[in-house]
Protein backbone atom coordinates (compact mmCIF):
# COMPACT_ATOMS: atom_id res chain seq x y z
CA UNK A 1 0.00 0.00 0.00
CA UNK A 2 1.25 3.12 -1.33
CA UNK A 3 -0.04 7.04 -0.32
CA UNK A 4 1.87 10.34 -2.04
CA UNK A 5 1.14 13.26 -1.67
CA UNK A 6 1.61 15.84 -3.80
CA UNK A 7 1.12 20.21 -4.01
CA UNK A 8 2.73 21.74 -1.42
CA UNK A 9 4.60 24.56 -1.50
CA UNK A 10 5.48 28.15 -0.38
CA UNK A 11 2.32 30.67 -1.08
CA UNK A 12 1.37 34.15 0.96
CA UNK A 13 -0.61 34.43 3.86
CA UNK A 14 -4.44 34.05 2.22
CA UNK A 15 -3.58 32.60 -0.42
CA UNK A 16 -4.74 28.71 -1.36
CA UNK A 17 -3.21 25.43 -2.34
CA UNK A 18 -4.58 21.77 -3.31
CA UNK A 19 -3.18 18.94 -1.89
CA UNK A 20 -3.27 15.55 -3.44
CA UNK A 21 -2.56 12.06 -2.53
CA UNK A 22 -3.40 9.26 -5.20
CA UNK A 23 -3.09 5.84 -2.89
CA UNK A 24 -2.44 2.52 -4.26
CA UNK A 25 -2.62 -0.89 -3.16
CA UNK A 26 -5.88 -0.55 -1.29
CA UNK A 27 -9.51 -0.95 -1.94
CA UNK A 28 -9.54 2.54 -1.28
CA UNK A 29 -13.93 3.06 -1.13
CA UNK A 30 -13.40 1.09 2.14
CA UNK A 31 -11.63 3.53 4.52
CA UNK A 32 -11.73 6.70 6.26
CA UNK A 33 -9.15 8.67 4.73
CA UNK A 34 -7.45 11.24 6.52
CA UNK A 35 -4.96 14.40 6.61
CA UNK A 36 -2.41 15.12 8.87
CA UNK A 37 -0.31 17.76 9.35
CA UNK A 38 3.49 18.00 11.49
CA UNK A 39 4.85 21.26 12.20
CA UNK A 40 8.33 21.92 13.48
CA UNK A 41 8.63 20.79 16.96
CA UNK A 42 5.19 19.43 17.15
CA UNK A 43 3.20 16.51 17.32
CA UNK A 44 1.73 15.51 14.73
CA UNK A 45 -2.05 16.57 14.61
CA UNK A 46 -5.07 15.44 12.55
CA UNK A 47 -6.85 18.01 10.22
CA UNK A 48 -9.98 16.92 8.29
CA UNK A 49 -11.19 13.51 6.92
CA UNK A 50 -13.29 12.14 4.64
CA UNK A 51 -15.61 9.02 5.83
CA UNK A 52 -15.41 5.65 3.85
CA UNK A 53 -19.16 4.69 4.43
CA UNK A 54 -21.65 7.80 4.52
CA UNK A 55 -19.72 10.55 2.90
CA UNK A 56 -19.63 12.59 6.47
CA UNK A 57 -16.24 14.51 6.82
CA UNK A 58 -14.27 16.19 10.21
CA UNK A 59 -12.72 19.06 10.57
CA UNK A 60 -10.40 20.37 13.39
CA UNK A 61 -11.70 23.52 14.57
CA UNK A 62 -8.17 25.50 13.45
CA UNK A 63 -9.01 24.98 9.56
CA UNK A 64 -12.88 24.77 9.81
CA UNK A 65 -14.25 26.58 7.38
CA UNK A 66 -11.28 27.61 5.21
CA UNK A 67 -10.65 23.26 3.91
CA UNK A 68 -12.25 21.16 2.14
CA UNK A 69 -11.75 17.53 1.71
CA UNK A 70 -12.80 15.50 -0.98
CA UNK A 71 -12.10 12.10 -2.41
CA UNK A 72 -12.22 10.20 -5.93
CA UNK A 73 -12.71 6.60 -4.88
CA UNK A 74 -12.80 5.66 -8.76
CA UNK A 75 -9.42 7.02 -8.89
CA UNK A 76 -8.29 6.58 -5.52
CA UNK A 77 -7.29 10.00 -4.69
CA UNK A 78 -8.08 12.57 -1.47
CA UNK A 79 -7.59 15.74 -1.62
CA UNK A 80 -7.70 18.87 0.75
CA UNK A 81 -7.83 22.38 -0.58
CA UNK A 82 -6.71 25.08 1.78
CA UNK A 83 -7.87 28.42 1.29
CA UNK A 84 -6.79 31.89 3.83
CA UNK A 85 -4.14 30.03 4.76
CA UNK A 86 -1.93 31.59 8.04
CA UNK A 87 1.93 31.10 8.75
CA UNK A 88 0.21 28.43 11.63
CA UNK A 89 -0.67 26.33 8.66
CA UNK A 90 3.33 25.40 8.22
CA UNK A 91 3.69 21.85 8.39
CA UNK A 92 4.48 18.92 6.32
CA UNK A 93 0.91 17.36 5.29
CA UNK A 94 0.04 13.73 5.59
CA UNK A 95 -2.35 11.22 4.26
CA UNK A 96 -3.28 7.75 5.50
CA UNK A 97 -6.06 5.53 5.76
CA UNK A 98 -7.96 4.43 9.33
CA UNK A 99 -7.66 0.73 9.78
CA UNK A 100 -10.37 1.10 12.82
CA UNK A 101 -13.16 2.35 11.16
CA UNK A 102 -15.30 3.76 8.40
CA UNK A 103 -16.94 6.71 9.41
CA UNK A 104 -14.68 9.59 10.75
CA UNK A 105 -14.70 10.74 14.54
CA UNK A 106 -12.89 13.52 15.94
CA UNK A 107 -10.26 14.34 17.24
CA UNK A 108 -8.24 11.78 14.97
CA UNK A 109 -6.19 9.29 16.50
CA UNK A 110 -2.69 9.00 14.87
CA UNK A 111 -2.68 5.81 16.43
CA UNK A 112 -5.76 4.45 14.25
CA UNK A 113 -4.25 4.97 11.06
CA UNK A 114 -1.88 3.38 8.63
CA UNK A 115 0.11 3.48 5.11
CA UNK A 116 1.49 7.10 6.05
CA UNK A 117 3.42 8.86 3.12
CA UNK A 118 6.57 10.89 2.46
CA UNK A 119 4.43 14.18 3.59
CA UNK A 120 4.12 17.55 1.08
CA UNK A 121 5.89 20.55 2.66
CA UNK A 122 3.17 23.57 2.75
CA UNK A 123 4.81 27.08 3.76
CA UNK A 124 3.12 30.03 4.27
CA UNK A 125 4.96 33.24 4.84
CA UNK A 126 5.49 36.79 3.03
Known amino acids: VQFVESGGGLVQPGGSLRLSCPASGLTFGDYAISWFRQAPGKEREGVSC????????YYADSVKDRFTISRDNAEGTVYLRMNSLKPEDTAIYYC????????????????????WGQGTQVTVSS
Open 96 to 115: AANLMRRRCQGPLRNHEYAY
Open 50 to 57: SSASDGST
